[in-house]
């Protein structure tokens, strides 16, 4: 079964910054996506950006961006240029990239997620 | 365009009562999900339908919880009885097609007394 571990609970940064979370996953697959969804505490997940692991190049939305390690089996998100809307949980989370309606095929597994805070 | 809606947005009832939690999917949309999160557990599947018919329920706690899709445009979560470890937060998504994203509801936070 795949895993997405967090390690890092909590993390802090100053407005304007840039802060960088990180995201290790465990899997037997070759072909799968990844993904970091935000939960600001309005309690919504809202995609933030996604990776197709069969593309070497990193996946970048405005200002944010990922690093993605596939033999490392690393997805860090950075954020740059942080502004107080960017405070929320952020979640990184695994997708299967099997086609096919089975068991455990569509899913995502989550990892435990990590508060990130903005000081102005 | 109208998102995953899901009713009620809070729910609190007592133990042993029974709670059914609603979503509608995106029009179109033709895989739904339902998910549960939790401090202790984080985020996970609970059951996942496709074209209406449930694929993968093994995320299901036990014989008390139980989901239907009657049609395209509904699904439900039912609890019966419902128990206080059963508090958490219940998100439904939906998708169209097997690569594209999945968009998630508001979410439900029940809390059971």
């Known amino acids: 079964a795949q895993t997405v571990t967090q390690s890092q609970p909590e993390m802090s940064v100053q407005e304007a910054e840039t802060v960088t979370l990180s995201c290790t996953y465990d899997?037997?697959?070759?072909?799968?996506?990844l993904f970091w969804y935000k939960q600001p505490p309005s309690r919504q997940m809202i995609l933030v950006i996604r990776?197709?692991?069969?593309?070497?190049q990193n996946a970048t939305e405005n200002r944010f961006s990922v690093n993605f390690q596939k033999a490392a089996k690393s997805f860090s998100l950075k954020i740059s240029d942080s502004q107080l809307g960017d405070a929320a949980m952020y979640f990184c989370?695994?997708?299967?990239?099997?086609?096919?309606?089975?068991?455990?095929?569509?899913?995502?597994?989550f990892g435990q997620g990590t508060r990130l805070t903005i000081n102005p | 365009d109208a998102g995953v809606i899901q009713s009620p947005r809070h729910e609190v009832t007592e133990m042993g009562q029974e709670v059914t939690l609603r979503c509608k999917p995106i029009?179109?949309?033709?895989?739904l999900f339902w998910y549960r999160q939790t401090m202790m557990r984080g985020l996970e599947l609970l059951i996942y339908?496709?074209?209406?018919?449930?694929?993968?329920d093994s995320g299901m706690p036990e014989d008390r919880f139980s989901a239907k899709m009657p049609n395209a445009s509904f699904s439900t979560l039912k609890i019966q009885p419902s128990e206080p470890r059963d508090s958490a937060v219940y998100f439904c998504?939906?998708?169209?097609?097997?690569?594209?994203?999945?968009?998630f509801g508001p979410g439900t936070r029940l809390t059971v007394l």
């Open positions: 339908f496709n074209n209406n018919v449930p694929i993968d």
């Open positions: 998504a939906s998708r169209l097609g097997a690569i594209n994203e999945q968009f």
């Open positions: 029009s179109g949309h033709n895989s």
């Open positions: 989370a695994y997708r299967s990239a099997r086609l096919g309606v089975f068991q455990g095929a569509q899913k995502l597994v």
């Open positions: 990776q197709e692991a069969y593309k070497q």
């Open positions: 899997t037997s697959e070759s072909d799968y996506y």
